[in-house]
C-alpha cells in the first residue's frame, strides 16, 4: 500500500491555481497509470488518503469521483476503491496463441505449473476429443501471468496414448508448441470457442487474486492438428475486471 510517495510539501491550493480536487485526482491518476497500487490492487483508505494529502474527506471524495468517471477506479460501497487497469486484449481466433497474444501488447508472458497428471478422460473431454469410453488423458494445470500479475487459470486435456512422456517434458520445462512438435505435432490451430460467465470457487478467486464476489469470463476450446484430429480440450476462467476477449471474424490470424 502506498501513502507518502508523493506527498503535497505545500497547499496544494496555492502553488498553481487548480482546485485541490483537481490536483489530488492528477497525482493519483499518474500513480494509478505508473502501476504504483499494482500490487494491493486498490488505494489506500479514504481516512489514509486525507491525512496523506491534508484535505477533509469531501475534497478527497471529489478527486476520487473525477479517477471514477475517468475509467481509472471502481468504489465499490463497504469494500474500498479498487484500480482499474487498462483491459487486456485476448484474442480468441483460428490460431489463439498466449504468449503471442501477450507480446503484442508488450506484456511479458509467464506460466505456473499448477498440476499435471493422468487421469480418466471426464465425459466433456472424451466427447470434445473424440475417446472412446474409459480412455485417459494427461490433465495439467496453469496459471497463466501478465508481467507477473495472474489473469488466467487454465486446465487442458491431452489424449494420454497419442502424448505419452508429455507430462515430463512439461515438468522439465519444455514449452508446449516445442513439445507438441516432438509429437509431430507441426502446427494447430482452433477449432471452437465457447464463451461463458461465472462466479468463481474459493480456490480460483485466491490463484487470480480477486473477490469471490466478481464473475470470471470462462473460455471452452478445442485445438486440432492440420489434419483435424483433436489435440487439446481446453478450460480457461480470465479474470473479468482485467481481460476482454476479442473474437476473430475469421482468416489466417
Request: glycine share 8%; proline share 6%; hydrophobic share 40%.
Amino acid at each position: 500500500m502506498m501513502t507518502n510517495a508523493h506527498p503535497f510539501s505545500s497547499a496544494p491550493g496555492r502553488r498553481s491555481g487548480l482546485a485541490v480536487w483537481k490536483q489530488i485526482a492528477d497525482t493519483l491518476s499518474t500513480e494509478i497509470r505508473d502501476r504504483a497500487f499494482t500490487e494491493a490492487g486498490r488505494l489506500p483508505s479514504e481516512s489514509e488518503l486525507a491525512a496523506r494529502f491534508g484535505v477533509n474527506r469531501h475534497t478527497l471524495r471529489q478527486a476520487v469521483a473525477a479517477l471514477q468517471v475517468d475509467g481509472l477506479v471502481r468504489i465499490e460501497p463497504g469494500r474500498g476503491t479498487f484500480v482499474q487497469h487498462e483491459l487486456l486484449d485476448y484474442a480468441l481466433s483460428r490460431r489463439t496463441r498466449f504468449t503471442e497474444n501477450l507480446q503484442r501488447q508488450g506484456l511479458l508472458p509467464s506460466k505456473q505449473l499448477l498440476a499435471a497428471r493422468e487421469m480418466p478422460a471426464p465425459e466433456r473431454a472424451a466427447q470434445q476429443l473424440k475417446l472412446d469410453k474409459g480412455a485417459t488423458v494427461l490433465r495439467v494445470e496453469m496459471l497463466d501471468e501478465a508481467n507477473d500479475r495472474p489473469i488466467a487459470l487454465a486446465s487442458a486435456y491431452y489424449p494420454a496414448e497419442r502424448f505419452a512422456g508429455l507430462l515430463e517434458m512439461l515438468g522439465g520445462g519444455t514449452g508446449t508448441t516445442e513439445i507438441l512438435r516432438h509429437f509431430g505435432v507441426q502446427d494447430y490451430v482452433r477449432a471452437e470457442s465457447r464463451i461463458t460467465t461465472q462466479m468463481p470457487s474459493a480456490e480460483t478467486a485466491r490463484l487470480l487474486k480477486q473477490p469471490v464476489t466478481r464473475p470470471v469470463l470462462c473460455v471452452e476450446c478445442l485445438d486440432v492438428d492440420m489434419a483435424g484430429r483433436p489435440i487439446k480440450y481446453g478450460e480457461t476462467v480470465f479474470c473479468g475486471d482485467s481481460v476482454q476477449l476479442v473474437v476473430s471474424a475469421g482468416g489466417p490470424a
